[in-house]
């Protein structure tokens, strides 16, 4: 029986910081890795601690999720980590967006991650875990950010919810609410030819010090992983402050009114 670890956005950013640390869960077979990129999997290969396996594919196609099935189906495997990475945002004005980008966007933040997790929890035995790229965005509203962080709202519920419905079976579920990043996330998010929505940023992390804190979290079980002061701050005020409130202070703070 194979024991392998699958990884979705492992081209860059965290989910590539994943691929490369993933022994801190263990040993694998081999890794499975999914990003739309060949070359930047490829590449992936130098620096992954195990046989690394590539995947290209654009997991919004559902033509994807068949290939990804099947590959399941090919020998045996126990799928012992599956971490779900994938994801973009946009920093912009729902009116001011393409229908077909917030769409894209809901396909692969949200209906990518939940059908990763329903096609491989067949394969995952007693003692697995899945890792789930949410956000602090998660937390409430975010006016000029609404998209994304509705899709990081639903990653969240979903995994706690998740966690505790795979209790009885030893699976774990961990929902990973980064603050501010320092990954290729902003390459897309930001639009070049603009004036940017975010003007100010109270913290950006290095995405070795969230996914370090995310394995810490996973191995002991935890529901939520969160790394950094800012981060939890934002999360104790976003629960005690009426929405509303949150939402005055982020327009204020970015020059939005």
């Given at each position: 029986?194979?024991?392998?670890?699958?990884?979705?956005?492992?081209?860059?950013?965290?989910?590539?910081?994943?691929?490369?640390?993933?022994?801190?869960?263990?040993?694998?077979?081999?890794?499975?890795?999914?990003?739309?990129?060949?070359?930047?999997?490829?590449?992936?290969?130098?620096?992954a601690?195990?046989?690394?396996?590539?995947?290209?594919?654009d997991?919004?196609?559902?033509?994807?999720?068949?290939?990804?099935?099947?590959a399941?189906?090919?020998?045996?495997?126990?799928?012992?980590?599956?971490?779900?990475?994938?994801?973009?945002?946009?920093?912009?004005?729902?009116?001011?967006?393409?229908?077909?980008?917030?769409?894209?966007?809901?396909?692969?933040?949200?209906?990518?991650?939940?059908?990763?997790?329903?096609?491989?929890?067949?394969?995952?035995?007693?003692?697995?875990?899945?890792?789930?790229?949410?956000?602090?965005?998660a937390?409430?509203?975010?006016?000029y950010?609404?998209?994304?962080?509705?899709?990081?709202?639903?990653?969240?519920?979903?995994?706690?919810?998740?966690?505790?419905?795979?209790?009885?079976?030893?699976?774990?579920?961990?929902?990973?609410?980064?603050?501010?990043?320092?990954?290729?996330?902003?390459?897309?998010?930001?639009?070049?030819?603009?004036?940017?929505?975010?003007?100010?940023?109270?913290?950006?992390?290095?995405?070795?010090?969230?996914?370090?804190?995310?394995?810490?979290?996973?191995?002991?079980?935890?529901?939520?992983?969160?790394?950094?002061?800012v981060?939890?701050?934002?999360?104790?005020?976003?629960?005690?402050?009426?929405?509303?409130?949150?939402?005055?202070?982020?327009?204020?703070?970015?020059?939005?009114?």
């Amino acid at each position: 029986m194979k024991r392998i670890a699958v990884i979705t956005g492992a081209s860059s950013g965290m989910g590539r910081r994943f691929a490369e640390t993933c022994n801190e869960m263990g040993t694998f077979d081999e890794i499975w890795a999914i990003a739309r990129s060949r070359d930047k999997l490829e590449a992936l290969k130098q620096t992954a601690p195990f046989p690394l396996r590539v995947l290209a594919m654009d997991l919004t196609d559902r033509g994807s999720l068949a290939v990804y099935a099947a590959a399941l189906q090919e020998e045996p495997v126990e799928v012992k980590l599956l971490v779900n990475a994938a994801g973009f945002g946009k920093f912009r004005a729902v009116t001011d967006t393409p229908l077909d980008v917030n769409l894209n966007m809901v396909d692969l933040n949200c209906q990518a991650l939940q059908a990763l997790c329903q096609l491989t929890l067949p394969f995952m035995p007693r003692g697995s875990h899945i890792i789930n790229i949410a956000s602090v965005a998660a937390y409430q509203p975010i006016p000029y950010i609404d998209v994304y962080g509705a899709s990081k709202a639903f990653v969240l519920s979903y995994s706690r919810a998740l966690n505790r419905e795979l209790k009885g079976r030893g699976v774990t579920v961990t929902a990973v609410c980064p603050f501010w990043t320092r990954t290729a996330f902003f390459d897309r998010a930001i639009d070049p030819d603009k004036e940017p929505v975010v003007k100010k940023y109270d913290a950006m992390y290095d995405p070795r010090d969230v996914v370090a804190q995310a394995w810490r979290d996973a191995k002991k079980g935890k529901d939520m992983s969160r790394f950094g002061a800012v981060a939890r701050f934002n999360g104790i005020l976003a629960k005690l402050l009426p929405h509303s409130f949150v939402m005055s202070y982020w327009m204020r703070q970015q020059k939005l009114e």
